[in-house]
């Protein structure tokens, strides 16, 4: 007989006691968490010495489907909230981990992705110190949600920020645009799309930290829902000027083209959950893109645009025969429930 979750294991008794001891304890192995108390209590002194600012950052996933090629909902979690944390110049440091159970989950499903979260958070460097489980009636949810939140330390010298990008930045990419979104896509099976994509998650840390010391990086955003577009249009309102990306200059993976030309997407308002788009002064981008290129996480980083001194903030496409066009804010969802 499968085992499945049950209300049980939301109630706080026995079975929801067995829930987190064998299978979740197991996986988040460490002292902080081992305490079992109702909170988590972080020493002040090492993340002092690290930084002056902490940051902090939530952010909940409820993906469709929870496993897909290159990832899961376990994963996801992990590296969204790890990533958005990174792109600011923080060290991450600790998570905490909600989850939202339905009723009648696989244990064998919950197992993989757990393990999936706890695997992420190591390779990451992070520990997971604090959690809540809770179970929902069958239906009232779709099999899993899931909450992380996550602190770090900004070291005092770093000062990132989108009202420090100036004219004459130039716009980085570290890979691919669009993979995360055309694999959730291909991976529903409902428009028959066949193909090898696989979602480009993974956490950005390691990354991050080999971009700021090649170089000075003035703004940093991981390009998750809205993509490259909702990243330089939030910049350019910011920063007041004008954002102008080369069309020739975009790295798109064949079948994410291929896949956005059939259905009339854009691979620039496609989600992302392993991709940053940074803004660095024009004398240090060569030395940043080649430490990107240098690193697993950056090897088909790119420079993709300029930014421009302009009368109104926009950001621009300039296409392979000189034309432009603009690039607006996306509006509504190309594709729910991506993250």
Known sequence: MTE??????GSGGQAMQRLIKERFLAQFDNAELARMEDQAQLALAPMMAAGDRLAFATDSFVVDPIEFPGGDIGKLAVCGTVNDLAVGGALPH???????????????????????????????????????????????????????????????????????????????????????????????????LSGTLE?????????????????PVHAMRDATRGGVAAVCNEIAEVAGLRLTLKESALPIHPQ?????????????????????????????????????????????????GAVEPAASHQVLVEGLYGTCRQLLMPVGEQLPRIC
């Open 256 to 304: 994410v083209r291929g896949i956005s030309e059939i259905l009339g997407l854009d691979p620039l308002l496609m989600a992302n959950e392993g991709k940053l788009v940074a803004f660095v002064a024009a004398e240090h981008a060569e030395a940043v893109l080649a430490a990107m290129r240098a690193h697993p996480s950056g090897r088909e980083a790119a420079i993709i």
């Open 4 to 9: 499945r979750i049950t209300l049980a294991h």
């Open 199 to 215: 979602s480009d998650c993974q956490p950005l840390n390691g990354l991050v930290e080999a971009m700021l010391a090649a170089g």
């Open 94 to 192: 600790s998570l905490s981990v909600g989850l939202i159970l339905e009723e009648g989950l696989e244990m064998a499903v919950l197992d993989r992705l757990i393990t999936s979260l706890a695997a992420t958070a190591r390779a990451a460097g992070v520990q997971v110190v604090t959690g809540d489980t809770k179970v929902v009636h069958r239906g009232s949810c779709d099999k899993i949600f899931i909450n992380t939140s996550g602190i770090g330390v900004i070291p005092s010298h770093r000062q990132l920020g989108a009202h420090r990008v100036q004219p004459g930045d130039l716009i980085l990419v570290n890979g691919t645009l669009g993979d995360h979104g055309a694999a959730i896509l291909q991976a529903r099976g409902e428009l028959a």
